[in-house]
């Protein structure tokens, strides 16, 4: 009797781990069919890094407000700023506040910085703080080479992208997807505005007539001209098999180069980032 009863206790707990075993086999593929979905969809979108996510987040009202006052995209404008100053990481940036390249030119009176650029003593403008430098970017931009860009909506960052590259703002013939990549990437679409109305449109673009006209009256087309060289960053993309070392030796520039230019504190990349390898 006693061993028909242990007989029976063993066929139960056979069973029951039977069971247990068919429910975690059906309910792990459903697990791992969203997780599989979820990184196909991030590498698809691109990498994003922590530090964009605190650039954009350290600057968009600044971005917003310049849109709000001239028609700038905030997400151009980000997007620009994020390539030029390698999200805040550029010497530039660091030690000048300037996140976006501008030269002193002829018309600044402010402290400057000398570093290497078209010429081996270019000298650069230091703001008091990023915003400054986010401002300057918007009265660079308020100039006749621009004027057509400001006729577009302001929330029409695509055309913007394809329209800066047009006008000369940038030598590298995939400028424009760069941009578009990085709004779309980080979102930054989410931070334009569409036109309020036809005739609030047609206000801001009287005044930002006004504004380009009385500019080149009062300075000279060639002061204007050595405040900005155009942007002829050479910008990698990431791929799988991709190191730092075989970037630099690819570019001919050295790992702590790349480093330097990118902000990068590790060797360690993302599949889709982006590197800007010469500036």
Known sequence: MFIRFLLALMVGVIFLGSCA???AVLTSPSHGNNGSRETTEANRRGATSTSGHQYIEQ????AIAEMNQYGIPA???LAQAILE????NSYLAREANNHFGIKCGGVWSGPSVNRPDDTHNDCFRVYNNPEQSFKDHSQFLLRKRY???FTLDKNDYRGWAKGLKEAGYATNPRYPELLIDLIERYELYQYDRAEVSYAAKEKREEKIEEIIEYKEEVAPKEVQEEIKSAVAMT???V???DTLYSIGRRYGVSVEQLKQLNGLSTDSL?????????K
Not at 59 to 62: H, M, N, P
Not at 85 to 88: A, C, D, E, L, P
């Open 21 to 23: 075993s068919k429910r």
């Open 59 to 62: 600057y968009k009202d600044i």
């Open 75 to 77: 997400s151009i404008k």
């Open 85 to 88: 100053s390698g999200n805040g």
């Open 147 to 149: 004027e057509k860009l």
């Open 235 to 237: 910008i990698h993309e």
């Open 239 to 241: 791929k799988a098999s």
């Open 270 to 278: 993302s599949i889709g980032q982006l590197l800007v390898v010469t």
